[in-house]
Each structure stands twice: as structure tokens, then as C-alpha cells.
């Protein structure tokens, strides 16, 4: 005899260790560029060399000198960018002997909407310095932790390419105490303050 077949709208049960089917995942959308943000667009990279004048400013400090940077940007959405840096900066120098100082940091900026072409920015970041006495008697070098804050503007120059003006003033600090008198340099604080000026060219991504 034939097997009795199942009523009309009887519902079958799934077989024993049969996987229910997964509904297929909704293709992510990618950011649309915006021709009109230009390299503030969401996502945009941004490679930058920077430099210009620098100086410490305590009391004893030598005449300020050159500095140049380094870094990368990206822009998190077209008003705020998250930026790392390094570089080296000459703070102050008499006749041979030099205050050094290379920073390792990490940047945040808010980015104002002016206009296609122009921006201008301020921001705030910390990270680690390495700073150093060279040629002096009594050289010495150390690790110190600091902060910044910064201010300037960006102007679009062809669709990849801009340039910027950059201003800070950061603060650092040694850690365990002063560090020592220098024979060139003077007494030194825990903590020292400088500030910079600097022309900056980017290619955007």
C-alpha cells in the first residue's frame, strides 16, 4: 500500500540538525564623496610636511630656531580630524650648543566650514617628547610628557594638494623633578613652555 500522505496545510517539521538558512546581509553603502568638501570629505587622508619657527620660552632660553614635522590626518567627518606627528625642533640655540626636541603626539582638530577653498582649524593633543641638550658641557636628555593646543588654516591649492598655516603653544613636563642646570642653557623647570610657527603642504587622499 502507499505511504499516507499528510493532510492538505499540515505543516512538515525540519529535519534533525538541518540549519535554519540565514537571510543574506544588506550590502554595506559606501561614503559618497562630496566634491564640494574637498579634502574634508569624510575619510579623507591627509600626508603633511610642516616648518618654520620655533622657540622655548623661559628666561634663559637660547634664540629660537627651525623646526620641521611630519604627519598623517584623517578626517573622521568634514568638522573633526585625528592627526599624528612627529618631527624635530631646534628650541633655542647659542652659537653651537642646541635644545632639541622631537615629538611623538596625537592631534585632534575641529575643522570650521568657511568655505570650499579655505578653513581654518583649532585643536588640542599630548603624547611624548624627547628632549635634549646638545653641545653643551653638560648635556643630558630626557623623556617628557606634554600637551598642546593649536590654531591655523587650510587652502585648497589644485584638488589634491593644499597648504596651511599652523600656530601652538605646548607645555611639558619633566618627570621625576627638575632635571639639571645646564652650563649653557641655565636652570631648568619641571616644566617649560614653547611655541611655534609653521607653513605646512598636504596631499590629500
Known sequence: ???????PGAATKPAKGAKKAKAPKAPKTRHAHKPED?????????VTLRAGYNRATYSTAGDGNVGWNFGATRMINTGWS??????????????NAA???IPFILEVDRHLK??????????FGGGAYYHKFSNTTTDHSDVRGGGFVSAGGNAVVSPHNFVGLDARFTV???RGGKPPENAVF????????????????????
Open 38 to 46: 574637498g579634502p574634508w570629505d569624510t575619510g579623507a587622508l591627509w
Open 99 to 101: 635644545e632639541l626636541q
Open 172 to 174: 611639558t613636563s619633566a
Open 186 to 205: 641655565g636652570p631648568q623647570e619641571q616644566s617649560t613652555s614653547s611655541f611655534s610657527v609653521k607653513l605646512g603642504w598636504s596631499v590629500t587622499y
Open 114 to 123: 568657511w568655505g570650499g577653498t579655505f578653513r581654518p582649524y583649532y585643536g
Open 82 to 95: 585625528l592627526s599624528g606627528w612627529s618631527g624635530r625642533d631646534v628650541l633655542g640655540k647659542f652659537g
Open 1 to 7: 500500500m502507499p505511504p499516507p500522505t499528510a493532510a
